[in-house]
């Protein structure tokens, strides 16, 4: 079975200073991953999503992720966080050729002034 | 472009009662999906669909049925409501797996059963 672990549910960083949000997933299949964003009483919306290629991917709002193939990781990465960064991160894994995506529990970054 | 829209936005039921989520898009995407979202918990899917007239489940589906007879609707019914059921949920929808094209998801619909 997939699994996606996110292993900090919550992290508390100070304004500009750097941050990363964990991510690994299990599967003996190629598979597409991706961060989502989900800001206060709203739906998720996507950061940034690695297909092939180049391990380090870009995103949106200064964010990047790096894949590890062989770690299985997926951590996502801002070197300078501001208080609008403040929201819920999600990991979803998606194995090729299969319909269902799957999603971490969540890591609530809290960016404090 | 409205993108993926959900009604209601917040919704009490008492135990018993039914109701039914609506979720519209208007990207053209087949595949759409529909998940709970419970604290600390991340998102379980509860049914999706891969075209109009095809759902299949997902985690959670019990309590919980789905159609889709156009492209663009993918209702949520909810037969018997029970306090488990509490949550809120989104609908998602996507062009296809293929590729890794990803989701684009609705404001969601908070609801609460007493």
């Known amino acids: 079975a997939q699994s996606v672990t996110q292993l900090d549910s919550q992290v508390p960083v100070f304004e500009e200073a750097p941050v990363e949000l964990r991510c690994n997933y299990s599967?003996?299949?190629?598979?597409?991953l991706f961060w989502y964003v989900q800001y206060p009483n709203q739906g998720l919306q996507l950061l940034l999503k690695y297909l092939s290629g180049s391990t380090l991917v870009k995103g949106i709002n200064g964010f990047e992720a790096e894949f590890n193939k062989s770690q299985t990781s997926f951590h996502l990465r801002k070197p300078s966080v501001h208080i609008s960064d403040t929201a819920e991160y999600f990991c979803a894994v998606l194995r090729v050729n299969f319909n269902k995506f799957y999603f971490g529990s969540g890591t609530k970054l809290n960016v404090k002034p | 472009n409205a993108g993926v829209t959900q009604t209601p936005k917040f919704r009490i039921l008492k135990i018993g009662q039914s109701m039914t989520l609506q979720c519209t898009q208007d990207m053209n995407h087949n595949y759409m999906y529909w998940y709970r979202q419970d604290p600390g918990m991340g998102l379980k899917l509860i049914y999706y669909s891969v075209g109009a007239g095809i759902t299949d489940k997902g985690e959670v589906p019990n309590g919980y049925n789905v159609s889709r007879s156009t492209t663009e609707d993918f209702p949520l019914r909810l037969e018997l409501a029970a306090p488990s059921q509490t949550s809120v949920y989104f609908c998602?929808?996507?062009?296809?797996?293929?590729?890794?094209?990803?989701?684009?998801f609705g404001p969601g619909t908070r609801l609460t059963v007493l």
């Open positions: 998602a929808s996507s062009l296809g797996t293929g590729g890794g094209n990803e989701q684009f």
């Open positions: 599967s003996s299949v190629s598979v597409y």
